[in-house]
């Protein structure tokens, strides 16, 4: 393997190309990664105390996920106040400290927005409910019930149960497509199309450099409410209602786009800000295709391609990918193989006593993506999946579906920095989550001391990208996939770099006259020109 030493600051990408194209983005979950004040939840300043750490990893921005006031009920994507910071997680001058550290240190800041839905007791909730004849009256999704009292239409809520919850005081039922505490904003209302874009304009103030939003393609319904179609039998186990549908009228309006068109002109108003939807559902690829479109959309679309795939393949790499072709007016993809929704990859695509060496493969065929890549929390250091006790739970999805929905809350535990220190050095108190021993042994503080850990080849594999125009915005071609064998090949101007991906369990024959001769950049797992062990990988500057 080769190695370089890690520095604080982060190189310069090229100067030709917007910071974000190519970018390799760390997700930051607060409730998990820091805890400042020893009350067991992360929060702002915690953030702030670690972001030595992210920088020396060379990446070039973080995604920090919600800190918004909240009441929690689904931690923090129920927002009771879209422009102040909940206590648990600090103050504004706190969210102001950790930009300026964050610029400091050479990383943009990007943030999550959600924007389809508030929390129930958010202040233009508690006024819409209250008549039909207040300023806010419209501001959220309400219908009439039908002649016999049930619900306007058969839609479905993704946590389980019709999307629809009555509230007497107005007569009326109110839309929600996630918890019922989470009410669903009536976006076709240019009034709250104002108040999302004020939203924006507020922390756009405050120095951001970018957005994440979430559930986009939930922001908008079909006015006429139109009942759902069935979904055909695809095989796969349904274990929701939600999932008995084909999800085409409670979201995924055509006027979505319209709203993407006004966000990204007030975006452009401050430079070269970077926007990227969250994208999911039966429609997620040609809706993302849709948001990201030309130049007048946003910039890159956050897909799933990868979250929830139980097996990584050679040929599901070449599928993904193949998605997004590098051809005008097709946009930008943002990648991501583990989030705090989905259940951290090393848990899901290899055994247990292949995990260190399939970190490794891992960490190498992510850098060589092209689009975005989006580092998870702890994904550095090769977390896994813990395993959550049913009286621990936290995740309202989980504990609503037990046991038939994977908790969610074993891809959000806490960061390990020390492995000597009490909850790996996370908090002083007790955690809202355990840390999990496997995981405390992979600590932050015992990688950067070991030459050769998953920590430090990420980070040489991360500079390495930043450093060479063919990874991170080159093109992307698949010379090679079969059930074993992936091989790539990079180009920008005169560099080429081709890879090499064993992603099986057993050694697999060289490509001949598949790759030209050239200079190794990396390897993993003992992989050569010419011989490629289980799970080796190696990444080739070709001479052209």
Not at 174 to 188: K, M
């Amino acid at each position: 393997m080769k190695t370089s030493e890690a520095v604080l600051a982060s190189p310069e990408p090229q100067a030709d190309a917007p910071w974000w194209r190519g970018a390799a983005i760390y997700q930051i979950y607060p409730r998990s990664f820091c805890d400042s004040n020893g009350d067991g939840i992360g929060d702002l300043p915690g953030i702030t105390q670690r972001l030595e750490h992210v920088a020396r990893l060379g990446v070039d921005a973080i995604w920090v996920s919600p800190f918004f006031k909240s009441p929690m009920r689904d931690f923090g994507y129920d927002v009771a106040d879209y422009c102040d910071v909940d206590p648990i997680f600090g103050t504004l001058d706190d969210f102001d400290a950790m930009v300026k550290r964050a610029h400091e240190l050479g990383l943009k800041v990007t943030i999550d927005q959600v924007y389809a839905h508030t929390s129930d007791l958010h202040p233009w909730f508690a006024a819409s409910r209250q008549d039909q004849l207040n300023d806010k009256a419209d501001w959220y999704v309400w219908a009439d019930p039908k002649p016999d009292g049930s619900p306007p239409s058969n839609w479905q809520s993704v946590f389980g149960g019709p999307a629809w919850t009555w509230d007497a005081r107005r007569r009326q039922y109110y839309l929600h497509n996630f918890l019922s505490s989470q009410p669903q904003v009536n976006a076709h209302n240019p009034d709250v199309q104002e108040a999302l874009l004020g939203v924006m304009r507020f922390w756009l103030d405050r120095g951001v450099d970018g957005f994440r939003l979430d559930a986009l393609n939930f922001l908008m319904h079909d006015p006429t409410l139109r009942d759902n179609p069935p979904a055909p039998d695809d095989g796969r186990r349904k274990t929701r209602p939600f999932d008995y549908q084909l999800k085409i009228y409670n979201q995924s309006h055509p006027d979505i786009l319209k709203f993407i068109q006004r966000a990204r002109k007030l975006c452009d108003e401050y430079g070269a800000v970077f926007t990227v939807a969250e994208v999911g559902g039966d429609l997620a690829e040609t809706e993302m295709k849709a948001f990201t479109a030309g130049e007048d959309h946003l910039n890159s679309a956050y897909g799933f391609d990868f979250l929830y795939a139980d097996k990584l393949t050679p040929r599901f790499v070449e599928q993904a990918v193949a998605k997004w072709p590098d051809t005008p007016g097709i946009g930008w993809p943002s990648w991501a193989f583990e989030n705090h929704d989905a259940p951290r990859a090393l848990s899901r695509w290899c055994q247990q006593d292949e995990r260190e060496a399939f970190a490794r493969l891992k960490a190498m065929l992510f850098a060589s993506l092209r689009g975005n890549i989006i580092v998870y929390q702890g994904e550095e250091l090769g977390l896994t999946q813990v395993e959550i006790p049913f009286e621990l739970l936290q995740d309202p999805e989980a504990i609503a579906n037990w046991p038939l929905t994977l908790s969610r809350d074993g891809a959000r535990t806490p960061m390990p920095w020390m492995v000597q220190s009490g909850e790996g050095g996370f908090t002083s108190g007790a955690p809202w989550l355990p840390v999990g021993e496997d995981n405390l042994s992979r600590a932050v503080d015992r990688q950067e001391a070991d030459p050769a850990s998953l920590l430090n080849l990420t980070t040489m594999l991360l500079r390495l990208r930043r450093e060479h125009a063919a990874l991170r915005l080159g093109s992307f071609e698949v010379l090679h996939a079969d059930e074993c064998l992936l091989v790539i090949r990079r180009n920008s101007g005169d560099q080429s770099i081709a890879g090499m991906f064993n992603l099986s369990s057993v050694a697999v024959v060289w490509p001949q006259g598949l790759v030209r001769d050239g200079n190794e950049l990396a390897s993993v797992n003992g992989a050569t020109v010419g011989q490629l062990p289980p799970f080796g990988a190696l990444l080739i500057e070709e001479r052209i």
